[in-house]
Nanobody, 123 residues
Framework: QVQLVESGGGLVQAGGSLRLSCAASGLTFGSYAMGWYRQAPGKEREFVAA????????YYADSVKGRFTISTDNAKNTVYLQMNSLKPEDTAVYYC????????????????WGQGTQVTVSS
């Protein structure tokens, strides 16, 4: 079955950096779009970034453009989210997800989700 396993979350000071990883198994990695979403306490889960793996087309939420970078290592079936210049408002649980079609920024297109990893940015 499909498994998405995130890692790399933690506590960091504002202005710092973290890199999240998501290892995918049980799917044909190149046939999917891989996305990162986040959910802060009391808020809806929101789109952060996505990548169409085969075409290497990337998508970003306006709130993270210029600070976050999504990338893949196709040999490892892994998607990364490099987060720089972190702000307290980036604090959330970050989820990795896989979509077999549709617009990668639309949450409804994602059929598989990881368990999430906590990112906490202190001021």
């Amino acid at each position: 079955q499909v498994q998405l396993v995130e890692s790399g979350g933690g506590l960091v000071q504002a202005g710092g950096s973290l890199r999240l990883s998501c290892a995918a198994s049980g799917l044909t990695f190149g046939s999917y779009a891989m996305g990162w979403y986040r959910q802060a306490p009391g808020k809806e889960r929101e789109f952060v970034a996505a990548i169409r793996v085969s075409a290497y087309i990337t998508y970003y939420a306006d709130s993270v453009k210029g600070r976050f970078t999504i990338s893949t290592d196709n040999a490892k079936n892994t998607v990364y989210l490099q987060m720089n210049s972190l702000k307290p408002e980036d604090t959330a649980v970050y989820y990795c997800a896989a979509a077999s079609g549709g617009l990668p920024s639309n949450r409804k297109n994602y059929g598989y989700w990881g368990q999430g990893t906590q990112v906490t940015v202190s001021s």
